[in-house]
């Protein structure tokens, strides 16, 4: 009988950052790392498979144009208090699509904070390419009633 399955996309979790920045050196990770994930990016397109994915928390900057060059062409979750501006690395890596960049901690707040953060990043809403989220999960000082405003005003902003 045998069905065919398309997969459509490789996710890889990997963690390489912190708050400061990388665990290890641009080099390392081009010794150890690019080797591997160009074999993943090899298989993906041997196999029409269009998305190979990094989950990677901290402040991954410096290792942005190794992911690209080592054929990662999706990113997740742009840690805003590790100093990722998503905005800015969207612009510098037009190649790359990108999720999450909008700082869990702002929804704790209040209305006016969720709305000055969903501001903040609004340009990217109409861009292809990039997904709004948050920069990791949500975080347990956020009340319900703060996270649906944040759910519909994002709506809103989309335009769902």
């Given amino acids: 009988m045998g069905n065919n ?21 641009p080099a390392l990770f081009r ?6 994930y160009l074999k993943i990016a090899d298989f993906a397109k041997k196999n029409n498979i269009p998305v190979v994915s990094v989950d990677t928390d901290g402040n991954m900057d ?8 080592a054929g990662i ?8 208090r590790a100093g990722c501006d998503i905005v800015q690395l969207r ?10 960049g ?3 901690l702002e929804l704790a707040l209040g209305f006016a904070d969720i709305d000055r953060e969903l501001d903040r990043v609004e ?22 009633r703060n996270f649906c405003y944040f ?3 994002l709506k809103k902003r989309i335009g769902v």
């Fill in 5 to 25: 399955i398309q997969i459509d996309h490789i996710h890889i979790w990997e963690d390489m950052s912190g708050k400061n920045g990388p665990l290890i050196s």
């Fill in 31 to 36: 010794e150890f790392m690019t080797p591997n």
């Fill in 62 to 69: 410096i290792l942005m144009p190794l992911l690209e060059e």
């Fill in 73 to 80: 062409n999706f990113i997740v979750p742009f840690e805003v």
């Fill in 91 to 100: 612009r510098q890596y037009p190649n790359i699509a990108m999720h999450g």
């Fill in 102 to 104: 909008i700082d869990k």
């Fill in 123 to 144: 340009e990217l809403f109409s861009e292809s390419g990039y997904i709004p989220g948050l920069d990791h999960l949500v975080h347990p000082q956020v009340s319900y």
């Fill in 151 to 153: 759910a519909e005003e």
